[in-house]
């Protein structure tokens, strides 16, 4: 398999996010404009902003958790030349797990759907990660 291929559920996610920041911009003028904010106040402090902005922006925070850690593992396993039919599916299955929580936190923010949204994509990392120190540690002997 093309070890290239990694880079398409990274660049998804990175699409993801910044769909999210075109996302914020368009909810915060939305907000200014139907005069929901006082634009001193929300310049300090997020929380003025109405619930609606505060989803994407929570959301985007939650961009830069997990995520790095997927980042960082793929290109490991890239480095580490392991990327075969099962490495690209679970990074794939991560990718769609972050798009599902990005949809379910800046919609109808129902906690326990975008609770299950983040434990599969946390299970899926958690397999990437026991492959890339599996496939390390068989690099030794």
């Excluded at 310049?43 to 003025?48: F, I, P, S, T, V």
């Excluded at 505060?54 to 830069?64: A, G």
């Excluded at 798009?99 to 899926?124: D, E």
Aim: with cysteine; hydrophobic share 55%.
């Amino acid at each position: 398999m093309n070890q290239n291929l990694i880079f398409l559920p990274v660049l998804a996610h990175v699409v993801l996010t910044i769909l999210l920041y075109i996302r914020l911009g368009v909810e915060k003028s939305k907000a200014i404009k139907a005069g929901k904010v006082d634009r001193k106040v929300a310049a300090l402090h997020n929380d003025a902003w109405p619930d609606n902005v505060l989803k994407v922006s929570n959301n985007i925070h939650n961009q830069f958790e997990t995520p790095i850690l997927f980042y960082v593992t793929s290109i490991l396993l890239y480095l580490m030349n392991a990327i075969g039919f099962v490495v690209f599916s679970l990074a794939l299955i991560y990718t769609i797990s972050r798009y599902t929580h990005a949809y379910i936190h800046t919609g109808s923010n129902y906690v326990p759907w975008r609770l299950n949204a983040f434990l599969v994509g946390l299970v899926i990392l958690l397999f990437l990660v026991a492959i890339a120190i599996s496939v390390c540690i068989a690099s030794f002997f």
